[in-house]
């Protein structure tokens, strides 16, 4: 980081219901004071990006289902 000029870096969590799915980073060559209204609002981003992975996994899993399903009621005699 140092030989790179970076000097600051903020990381928010990607959670949803207590479950972390993963971790944001983005790190600065300029130094600034943490701002809390743009850690807040990152916090619920995180949280909102958690809830959409969450939405695509359940989706992806249904849409898995009913093609098994299709494949079940195309055998069925």
């Known amino acids: 980081a140092e030989k ?3 000097h ?3 990381a928010f969590p990607v959670t949803v219901g207590g479950e972390f799915l993963g971790v944001f980073e983005f790190f600065s ?3 600034a004071a943490p701002d809390e209204e743009l850690i807040s609002a990152l916090n619920v981003a995180g949280a ?3 809830q959409l992975l969450k939405r695509r996994r359940t989706e992806l899993a249904l849409e ?14």
């Open 64 to 77: 898995e289902q009913l093609k098994r399903f299709a494949i079940f009621a195309d055998n069925v005699d």
């Open 29 to 31: 060559t300029v130094i």
């Open 8 to 10: 600051g870096a903020l």
């Open 4 to 6: 790179d000029g970076l």
């Open 48 to 50: 909102e990006l958690g």
